[in-house]
């Protein structure tokens, strides 16, 4: 199950590296490195003014996976932690009337 988390994971984070292309391709020739910065402090207004109404599409799957990515990573850190816990226990103690 953990190993089906995480590659869910792994495709969110793909997902998200594609619309960031994507929104990137969309902009001016000379400020598609600057997009990058901007997507990256998630300033999705200045985006929209500079790739123009038709990025919309990609800001939202970019949102989507980046929220997906994430909640699969604590899901796997719940899961981790979980396991250690269990896979943990502190042994008996022998008891005293033996």
Same mark, same amino acid.
């Given at each position: @199950? #953990?190993?089906?988390v #995480?590659a =869910?994971a792994?495709?969110c984070?793909? @997902?998200a590296?594609r $619309?960031a292309?994507? &929104? /990137?391709?969309?902009?001016?020739g000379?400020?598609?490195?600057?997009? @990058?910065?901007?997507?990256?402090?998630?300033?999705?207004d200045?985006?929209?003014? /500079? $790739?123009?109404?038709?990025?919309?599409?990609?800001?939202?799957?970019?949102?989507r996976?980046? =929220?997906?990515?994430?909640?699969l990573? #604590? &899901?796997?850190? $719940?899961? !981790?932690? #979980?396991?250690?816990?269990?896979?943990? =226990?502190? *042994?008996a103690? *022998? !008891? /005293?009337? !033996?």
């Open positions: @199950m #953990l190993v089906g #995480l =869910a792994v495709f984070w793909v @997902m590296v $619309a292309f994507s &929104i /990137a391709a969309l902009a001016p000379s400020s598609r490195f600057g997009i @990058m910065q901007t997507l990256g402090r998630w300033d999705f200045s985006i929209r003014t /500079a $790739a123009g109404a038709g990025v919309e599409p990609h800001i939202l799957t970019f949102k996976a980046f =929220a997906g990515f994430f909640v990573v #604590l &899901i796997v850190v $719940a899961f !981790s932690a #979980l396991a250690y816990v269990t896979g943990n =226990a502190a *042994p103690t *022998p !008891s /005293a009337s !033996s």
